[in-house]
């Protein structure tokens, strides 16, 4: 540590020199300084004999801190995250919790039974020495709790649902119940409270994308056992996710809006919207997620048909890559950046207009002329729009991982949430009784309790893209929901994404080719953000990737 000194003249003043010795105590405290000096002689402060770590048992409520100087010391409670909790005798240095600590109910900051605190000692001339402080408690174990008979560590291969029960013997009375009293990820981790079963809380793990507090894929949980009695036992538990070398269910992501960046209590969604740029002899390409983006003149100078937009990017070369393909609606969507106005386009395009883009995708049709219209996404509106595939509309080629169907969800509560493990999203599988209007479904979402939840939302525009089909014919998870199943064909759903001071997009949830009609994310002039009629039918969503 650096030593500095207060070497104001005594002869101007005490209390120059009192200001000085305070400002020189106040950075000693916080671990900037060693000592403070007085004003030329000895300036060192007094030497700590006490180690800056301690064990004690639970019940313990004194240690006793030594610092020796020839000047004598004072002894104060200087900082430390958990400073509050502790009082210190100025004299003897005898540190005390204010509330003797307990092993199963740690009170510490992050609840991991080890206490922060920051001690001053300093001299008679006002030389301050700073001792950080972290004090163990451990486990009292004549205080006849349950003995845990379960191993405190396991390994999972990721991508797997957490599978684990939790068992121990009460040394009192005959039934256990258990909780999730601490750790780093706490809040990561449901019990059963009678089966002891583990779970992950709305998730599965993913390796490449660790979302444990430290990101090193081992979950670090304190589970408590209380018997009939109130006798309770606390084990650390450690979860390691390893890695799946051929990742056979692979996670999708759900990309922030670019209107909605912020946190939700209690859970942050979305992954960050993170773009880079790759400059290949002047041929720019944008990387974002698992696919690549053409960044050519072309993509905004160019108009093509629906066929030439997929002979164009068949054919391409470019960037150092010739794999080159039209994306599907999925995939352009996630280019949308509802946060911009003019071109709905992050700034790292270089290229980018508010025009029409083609997608890979034709309409549905059992006659007529649907077969002869395609999908193309407006970089305008944010609208996803039929056109004649004759028509002449730009487009943008992609490569690397296709986003395509998926099954992998699993029904939760009677089938009265289902969860997607993909998403790692949970979705109420009913529909709000009565319309709403675009305030009132936000406020149902915010207000709503369900089965032990209470940090739902109304879904942002992609959350509602990830459960519409890709090129089946039904909603993806419309078989876990028969009662529900005349509302999956043509419920409106509103999101939480606003296109206007007056409009916010809706899902069309519904894939019927008998009626030429495709599952899509609408804005309609039609219906403002006050329409409360009954075909805007919704649910609400938590969960995801954290």
Known sequence: MTEVQCEADVSEGEDEMQICKKACSIAAAIGLLSGCGGGGGDSEGPKFATQNHAVVQEGTQTLSVSASDKNGVTFTVAGGADAALFMIDPVSGTLRFKTAPDFENPADSDKDGKYQVTITATDTKGNISTLPLTITVTDDLSDNGPTFTSADHISLRENLPLDFTVTSDPVNGSGVAYSVSGGSDRNKVLIDPQSGKLSFNSFRPDYDYPSDADHNNRYDVMIQATDDQNHSSVQRMTITVIDDPDDLVPQRHVWKTGQDDGPVPGLAFGDARD??????????????????????????????????????????NYGGYSDWRVPNRHELAELLNYGKSDVLMDDIFRNKSNANYWTSQQKLSSGGNGSDLGWSISFADGGVHDKNKGDGYNVRCVRGKEIGNHGDFTPLFGQEIIQDNKTGIMWQNAEFMGGKSWEEAKSTCQELEFHGYVDWRLPNVNELRTIMPYDDNEILFKAYSPVAEGYLDSGHNWSSTEADATHAYYNLNDWDEATNRDSLVIMYEEYPKTNNSDMMLNRCVRGGHL
């Open 275 to 316: 773009f880079s740029m790759k400059n290949d002899n002047g041929e720019r390409v944008i990387v974002m997620g698992n696919r690549m983006w053409e960044d050519s003149p072309h993509t905004t100078e160019n108009s093509v048909t629906f066929y030439g937009a997929n002979d164009y990017c068949s054919g391409l």
